[in-house]
């Protein structure tokens, strides 16, 4: 079992910004793709952005521009920089990692961290 421990959460006004962190630990062996998911209330859970370990980003169309994830393989980490945040980014973000050998055996979620931002 892997744990995936996000970070960086919290209440922002609308045009600030939030960096989220989400650490990778345990049983991540052959660690690939991490990204961030959100779910905002009475939502379905949706793609926020991903990183491949070569660094190979994609991005929701919503946040394109806006948000920035970059990834520390030393360390398993992904970091996802948020700004010029508005109110329809308010959400629990979740971290999400996959990896294995082969490809894919394994995947976890983190528990998510709750982003507020006010008008």
């Known amino acids: 079992q892997a744990q995936l421990v996000e970070s960086g959460g919290g209440l922002v006004q609308a045009g600030g910004s939030l960096r989220l962190s989400c650490a990778a630990s345990g049983s991540i062996i052959g660690i690939g793709d991490m990204g961030w998911y959100r779910q905002a209330p009475r939502n379905q859970r949706e793609l926020v952005a991903t990183?491949?370990?070569?660094?190979?980003?994609n991005y929701a169309d919503s946040v394109k521009g806006r948000f920035t994830l970059s990834r520390d393989n030393a360390k398993n980490t992904v970091y996802l920089q948020m700004d010029s945040l508005k109110p329809e980014d308010t959400a629990v973000y979740y971290c999400?990692?996959?990896?294995?050998?082969?490809?894919?055996?394994?995947?976890?979620w983190g528990r998510g961290t709750q982003v507020t931002v006010s008008s």
């Open positions: 999400h990692a996959i990896g294995g050998r082969p490809y894919g055996s394994w995947n976890y």
């Open positions: 990183i491949t370990t070569e660094g190979v980003t």
